[in-house]
Every structure is written in C-alpha cells, then in structure tokens.
C-alpha cells in the first residue's frame, strides 16, 4: 500500500502528480491505494483545493 503524506501541500502533489502519470480519474487512485475517496476531497478543501473531475486534478 502507497502511503500519501500528511502534509496538505504535499499531498496535493503528490496526488496530482499520480492522477497525471498513472491514474485516469480520482475513483481508481483511491480505489488501487486504498483511500477513502470522501476523506481525501475533505483533507484538501480545508486548504482550498477541489477536484475538477475533467481535467482530473486538484485544482
């Protein structure tokens, strides 16, 4: 299991970059690293970010 980091900022990275590189939507990177899909939205609005699911990051 791929641990994300806790850092808010990192995390956005992170995440976004595997969205880019590996994943074709939000659903199947929490699904393959087994993360709740709710809780990752909830952790990166609290520093202002929102998933666009059509461009397939955070933004």
Known sequence: MNKLP???MML???VNMK???AY???DALC???HVDED???AQLAEVGFA???A???FW
């Open 12 to 14: 956005f990275s992170v």
């Open 6 to 8: 806790k850092d808010p």
């Open 51 to 53: 998933y666009d699911e």
């Open 31 to 33: 699904d393959d690293l």
């Open 19 to 21: 969205l880019r590189d």
């Open 39 to 41: 809780h990752l939205k």
């Open 24 to 26: 074709p939507s939000l």
């Open 55 to 57: 461009q397939n990051r």
